[in-house]
């Protein structure tokens, strides 16, 4: 299929939805719409690992299709200027959670949870999350899929405000080897289970199972889904002999393009039977639907117009999709905003939806985005900060401008006008350069600092080397 036929295809699937939507609603006065939907929104966040900015076709990606998420931009809005708090999982989760720069907790420090952190390290269950907060706005709260915040008997979802757990604790896990005895097992609320199938469509399913118990009750519900895909090891739904072969679940010498394709569109997949359930439960129109991923792409990743990956704080290791669909919250469909977002700002977010907001005595650093999702608002100005690998990296975006310290070299860009981070503006805008750096370190100074030897993850495959050679050549 062509770029243009696929436009027009995307632009006939958006025209019929709209029409549908507006017969279906032309029948029902202002007074009866408004009775017919809850008062509250349920609300779905999706989340990817480490999924890169183009790995999906509503941003770029050219190799396969992924329709059901492109049916949430096409119905939605679609951010391109959205960032993960940190360039790997754990740090992002917390922040993701919390609402918080990451840096406020010990948990946060960890860049990840590995089998090395200490078991006291986890999210404190008196920490107010966007799962505690709701839940006592009224929601019902669940949790599918991957936690990476704390190991029992300490930590678990469920002392974190999810009512219901179906996934596992760590960092990764076998796509098909996930039983009581394997190294990460699934787990039910916080007793291990056995399961048989391909961990996506096991992720999936339960979805859809925990819509349509949903849609029997009137409370609304908040539903976190968080995928493992496309995360290593790289394994497809048909390659569950390749799994019993592996015994690093790294998997360094192991996938290929070809299979993370598959296994994005997996994701995809089960993302449609989920939006399907919604359908047929008559619950679309007032669920609250985040797709996003916890940090920039690996290996197989599509970063493009971004340079670096995963654990680097480049644009490519910090830019993620990001897309929002709420018909009845008045998100306008196929729209798209330029408001830089960080992962925090959800928490603020998706409470103040859900008629609640941040605990006051836990303040939240990320921004509430429904002015800007509702009413497709012009981007407002925004500074985010970044730490990476205590002493390696650090980064501030202001505007348009970036500063960004790595492995000692230090750099300015424009990253809208320059977004693969080539033309380094040190010399150029010495004031801006200076203005940045001196704000990093001012903002650094309020946070807990990372222990001398505290590690945080570095690839093998990593390209950093080769793009400082790029950008600051050697004289």
Not at 7 to 16: A, D, E, G, M, Y
Not at 185 to 207: F, H, K, S
Not at 255 to 282: C, E, P, R
Not at 396 to 406: A, E, F, M, P, S
């Amino acid at each position: 299929m062509t770029r243009s036929n696929a436009s027009n295809l995307t632009r006939r699937r958006f025209v019929k939805t709209s029409v549908a939507s507006s017969v279906a609603l032309s029948s029902l006065s202002l007074s009866q719409i408004s009775q017919a939907l809850p008062s509250k929104p349920n609300i779905i966040f999706i989340l990817a690992d480490d999924l890169g900015y183009s790995d999906v076709s509503c941003y770029g990606q050219r190799d396969y299709t992924t329709p059901n998420i492109d049916r949430l931009a096409i119905e939605g809005m679609r951010l391109t200027q959205a960032y993960s708090n940190s360039a790997v999982c754990t740090p992002t989760r917390v922040a993701l959670i919390t609402g918080r720069y990451q840096y406020r907790i010990p948990v946060g420090l960890e860049e990840p949870i590995s089998p090395q952190t200490p078991r006291n390290i986890g999210l404190p269950s008196s920490h107010p999350t966007i799962p505690s907060l709701l839940k006592k706005a009224g929601y019902s709260t669940e949790l599918i899929g991957k936690w990476h915040l704390g190991s029992l008997p300490e930590f678990s979802p469920l002392k974190s405000g999810y009512d219901k757990f179906f996934g596992f604790f760590g960092g990764t896990a076998n796509y098909f080897d996930h039983g009581t005895k394997s190294r990460m097992p699934l787990y039910e609320d916080d007793i291990p289970v056995d399961r048989n199938g391909y961990m996506t469509n096991l992720l999936g399913d339960r979805a859809v199972s925990a819509v349509a118990g949903s849609a029997q009750s009137k409370q609304p519900f908040f539903m976190s889904l968080h995928f493992n895909a496309p995360h290593y090891p790289w394994l497809g739904p048909d390659d569950e002999e390749e799994a019993k072969r592996i015994k690093d679940l790294i998997h360094y010498e192991g996938g290929n393009f070809k299979t993370y394709a598959k296994m994005v569109q997996s994701m995809d997949y089960n993302i449609g039977k989920v939006l399907q359930a919604l359908d047929l439960h008559g619950l679309t129109r007032n669920t609250i639907v985040v797709f996003t991923s916890d940090n920039g792409g690996e290996r197989f990743s599509k970063m493009w117009p971004f340079s670096g990956m995963k654990g680097e704080l480049l644009e490519g290791g910090l830019r993620i999709p990001a897309i929002v669909r709420w018909p009845a919250g008045g998100i306008p469909a196929g729209s798209v905003s330029e408001q830089v977002t960080a992962s925090m700002d959800w928490l603020p977010t998706l409470t103040a939806a859900g008629g609640t907001g941040p605990d006051p005595a836990f303040p939240s650093d990320g921004q509430n985005l429904l002015p800007t999702l509702t009413s497709n608002a012009p981007p407002r100005s925004r500074k985010l900060y970044f730490r990476f690998r205590p002493g390696e990296q650090r980064a501030v975006r202001d505007g348009d401008l970036k500063y960004l310290r790595i492995e000692g070299n230090e750099f300015l860009f424009n990253v809208m006008r320059d977004p693969r981070e080539r033309a380094n503006l040190k010399e150029r805008q010495p004031q801006d350069f200076a203005r940045l750096k001196a704000d990093w370190e001012s903002w650094e100074m309020n946070f807990l600092q990372q222990k001398p030897g505290q590690q945080g993850y570095r690839h093998p495959s990593s390209a950093l080397a080769d793009h400082i050679g790029r950008v600051n050549p050697a004289k």
